[in-house]
């Protein structure tokens, strides 16, 4: 009855509602119009699922965004700090609120806990603006230390308000994005209620966000992102390098005679054939006549996949005489197709140009992004090109055959290394190997440096005494142990302790490395520290500038290369004299 009553005096108090008619003025809606309800439905959801946040969240937030300015491998400038930070902060508030989340859950409470007051808010804010800016004199002080240490320039003090603005505009949008997220969780969850207890519906529908969100990232965004970049890089990869020309001499790539075309050997390969000593300066620097040397090379349109590259470059190494020269180097490439310019050209230089030298493109993509993409592919190549040239070899008489070495850098090295289970299989199917700024996916290096000798350390392990492979930083590595050294198939992995390529791994997420944990290498600061989650995200935006430092510091090898290949190999009439000549003439690109 009473229900009946409010009901009907309900209905009294509400007027009849009228749908006005068509408006085709083009105007704005007119007061009746339910666009300004929607917007205010809009904003109000916005307002309570978005703006407001975390307390616990906010405090670690702070906490990590903090951290993420102490030191980490190499000089940072402020964009890269500035995503470090924001990203550390966007972390730390996803793992606040989920503690907290986590503590209501096992004290089985149902009802929210208490908000924090307005002025507990305004204290945090305080110390969060005091505390960074504490932490950003201190970064300063590392940044300068470590520049000094690398011999780069100081940071300018410009750097900083890059650096709020950028962290500002990362965290906000991790931030949105993540409430944004947990909105649709609590959404779901709040139908599946009608159905399910509470928990179950929390459990169910954090597990079917998160698998749509997988989802959404590997199909939709992965898919178009991959095209957008293939096309991107395409474009690039048709273009040349200022030094490129079609090579007027049948020996090469793309030149006379050639089975492969000049385009199709993509910008780094057109520079790899390009590129290199004449036979004058040759001649000139050993003072002795030399002779031209051969470079070979197929770019991804050369041929359809990697076994088709490689025998095609295998055609390419029998029509230019290639095993009839006294060396022939293979050597992969890293994601663009590129090789560092100092291995090859210090082989022609220790050979008087009586060298091969041989490689292929397997993907478009920079260093960095076919790392995390291409593996699968630089896998198959290094396989494909070294077992088509190893098979060729061996049917060539014994006291005939050429020396063949092989080489890489970065993700080269993992092409280079995968025909091989283990160091002493390398070593015997090889006249030696010199494998330049290992990844952690590295199997072989890291099986080698895992098992390496007592004592020694992660960054420059010695494994079985140093009979067959060195690891080194620099050229005085090489006699590191004092103990003897296999004459045969010599192995050198050059590494240096600051180089983010080598020491990034997922593991950096919540596992303290050897490499941090033991005597620290010459270019590293002792204020260096391990940090969960944020070490990992300092060392992964360390690797996006591991290039950008002198050599003998990150991801730069040049000068220890001519010094690793004459012990490599004790090339006839080469002396220590003629190592520090050749170095001034040599350049990775």
């Known amino acids: 009855m009473g229900t009946c009553e409010t009901g009907a005096a309900a209905d009294q108090r509400t007027p009849t509602s009228t749908t006005p008619p068509p408006d085709d003025s ?25 703006t407001h946040f975390s307390y616990s969240g906010a405090i670690m937030a702070t906490l990590l965004l903090w951290l993420s300015f102490t030191p980490s491998l190499l000089p940072r400038g402020p964009l890269f700090q500035g995503i470090v930070a924001g990203g550390a902060g966007a972390v730390g508030y996803a793992l606040g609120t989920f503690l907290a989340f986590l503590a209501r859950y096992l004290v089985s409470r149902d009802q929210p806990w208490p908000r924090p007051s307005h002025y507990l808010w305004v ?13 950003m004199f201190f970064y ?25 603005v950028v962290m500002a505009i990362v965290l906000t949008l991790l931030l949105v994005v993540g409430q944004l997220w947990g909105a649709s969780v609590r959404g779901l969850s709040r139908k599946l209620n009608r159905l399910v207890p509470r ?19 590997n199909g939709a965004v992965g898919d178009y992102g991959m095209r957008a970049l293939d096309s991107s890089f395409a474009a690039l990869n048709r273009e040349s390098t200022p030094d490129s020309a079609p090579p007027t001499s049948n020996l ?5 005679e050639s089975l492969v075309s000049w385009p199709s050997l993509g ?15 040759l001649t000139d620097f050993n003072q002795a ?142 006249d030696g190997a010199l494998l330049s700024g290992p990844t952690f996916s590295n199997q072989l290096w890291a099986d080698t440096t895992a098992e390496r000798d007592s004592g020694s350390p992660e960054w420059l392990p010695i494994y079985d005494n140093g009979d067959q492979v060195r690891f080194i930083a620099e050229s005085g590595d090489l006699a590191r142990p004092d103990a003897p050294w296999s004459t045969d198939g010599r192995l050198v992995y050059l590494q240096h302790p600051s180089d983010p390529i080598s020491w990034w791994s997922p593991d950096l997420l919540l596992n303290k490395p050897d490499w941090l944990t033991e005597e620290r290498g010459r ?28 050599d003998g510091h990150g991801h730069t090898y040049l000068a220890a290369i001519p010094a690793a290949w004459a012990d490599i190999l004790h090339p006839p009439g080469w002396t220590p004299a003629k190592t520090q000549r050749l170095i001034p003439l040599l350049t990775r690109d």
């Open 267 to 281: 910008r780094m390969g057109r520079a790899f054939v390009s590129t290199g000593p004449t036979v004058s300066e």
């Open 199 to 217: 928990r179950i519906s929390g459990i169910t529908a954090a597990a079917v966000i998160g698998l749509l969100t997988i989802f959404i990232i």
């Open 123 to 135: 204290g945090l804010a305080v110390i969060a603006v005091s505390g960074t800016a504490v932490m």
């Open 289 to 430: 006549p030399a002779v031209e040397p051969i470079r070979v090379y197929a770019g991804l349109e050369s041929a359809d996949g990697p076994r088709a590259s490689a025998d095609l470059v295998v055609a390419e190494l029998e029509r230019t005489g290639a095993f009839e020269r006294e060396l022939i180097g293979i050597g992969m490439s890293t994601g663009t197709g590129w090789i560092n310019r100092a291995t090859v050209d210090s082989l022609e230089y220790m050979y008087n140009g009586d060298t091969a030298m041989v490689s292929m493109q397997y993907s478009m993509l920079p260093s960095w992004l076919s790392f995390l993409v291409d593996q699968e592919r630089a896998r198959l190549a290094g396989i494909a090109l070294f077992e088509a040239v190893d098979r060729k070899v061996r049917n060539i008489p014994e006291a005939q055959r050429p020396k063949v070495v092989v080489f890489g850098e970065s993700l080269g090295s993992f092409g280079a290394e995968a025909p091989f289970g283990s160091i002493p299989t390398m070593a015997a199917r090889t």
């Open 140 to 164: 300063g002080r590392w940044q300068n230390q470590i520049r000094d240490l690398m011999g780069v320039e100081h940071l300018q003090a410009s750097a900083y308000p890059i650096i709020v």
């Open 26 to 50: 083009g105007l704005a809606p007119s007061a009746h119009s339910p666009a300004p309800g929607r917007l205010r439905r809009v904003w109000a959801w916005w307002h309570a699922n978005v």
């Open 252 to 256: 090469r790539s793309g030149g006379p």
């Open 523 to 550: 270019d590293v600061l002792p204020a260096t520290r391990w940090i969960p989650v944020v070490t990992f995200l300092q060392v992964a935006a360390d690797m996006a500038v591991a290039a950008d430092v002198p």
